[in-house]
């Protein structure tokens, strides 16, 4: 193993190059070497394989370094010159898949995987495009759509986020594809292999390493190891300038939304407000404190409360002025009067309040008398 170890150092020194190659020392810690069992084993494997062990095949590490080298010396090639994806749709692979795209600027595709997205690339662009722009609508607030309109655009974007969340802004097929178990991702081998785009896939000893340009024998089952290869592809993707755009990209839409939200949420408000204040008015109008000037929905008050009952007041005083009114004001004579106020009448406003029943039980009053003091009240 010592001797191997050295080997393995010459053959995979990392001078000139912009990423760090892995000893085999960390390829052993995340069991990068165990295999599956020898009976589900592809023939094809078996430059690949060291031993079997307790019926289980083990892979070569000096051998994985050696292919790891020249994969990731042609993925660097690759990033410099365009899109790069990475597929990986198995339960263990796809959280460590998103994650580390999302930072270092890869597509990806992590759920399942979008049949027709080599071979049909233009209808698949269209469905990415038609959920970007679905996302701003309901960012938007869903202007012009009812609430069952919008929870079914909700579940469409949702239903769409899961096929093509890693692959909104690629505009072009990529340069190269990783894959991370091309047992699992035969669908994405096969029309990449159709459309001439480069594969560089992890092998276990299940695989057919014929199938792929840069075959990387190791376990592609385990987390820890899965996460290792992963994170070296990562690293060599960063630094290319096409990463930044993609990452730029991605975070441009993110702040679009934001404040898409933001403005639509600011808009409900105000619409509320306005609701709110339009029926106060409505119910001031009806309540009569207010009245309704000019054209459209305008209203203006005229009369608030306290004025109404300031003249509500001022009737009150004039009304009191009124009653205090002395008999001698209408002009009666004197034999009339002196026979009200012998009854107990002394104001005009008495004198209104009577009947002619009233006014002719009255001593001293006849029916001249009567007709004289109807006269002096009008």
Sequence with gaps: MAEATKTVSKKTETKNKSFQMPELLDLLKVGAHFGHKKGAWNPKMQRYIYEVRNGTHIIDLVKTLENLDVALTNLHKYAQNGNI??????????????????????FYINRRWPGGLFTNFDAIKKSVQSLVKMEEQLARGGAGLVKKEILLLEREI???????????????????????????????????????????ALIDTNCNPDLIDYPIPANDDSLKSISLFVNLFGDVVANSKRSLSVISLRRDNEALLARLTKEAQEEKERQLKMEAEEKERTKALREGKVASVGTGSVVR??????????????????????????????????????????????????????????????????????????????
Excluded: C
């Excluded at 890693?166 to 669908?187: C, R, Y």
């Design 85 to 106: 994806l990475i597929v990986g749709t198995k339960g263990q692979a796809a959280t460590i898949v998103e994650n580390v795209a999302e930072k270092t600027g890869m």
């Design 158 to 200: 949702e239903r769409l986020n899961k096929i093509y969340k890693g692959i909104k802004f690629m505009d072009k097929l990529p340069t190269a594809i990783l894959v991370i178990d091309s047992q699992v991702e035969s669908n994405a081998i096969r029309e990449a292999r159709n459309v001439g785009i480069p594969i560089i």
């Design 301 to 378: 008050v005229v009369k608030k409360e306290k004025d109404i009952e300031k003249e509500v007041k001022q009737a009150e005083e004039v009304k009191k002025v009124e009653d205090k009114k002395g008999m001698e004001e209408l002009g009666l004579p004197t034999r009339i009067v002196n026979s009200l106020e012998a009854a107990g009448i002394k104001s005009v406003a008495q004198l209104e309040a009577l009947t002619d029943e009233e006014l002719t039980n009255i001593k001293g009053l006849g029916e001249k008398s009567i007709k004289d003091i109807k006269k002096a009240l009008k």
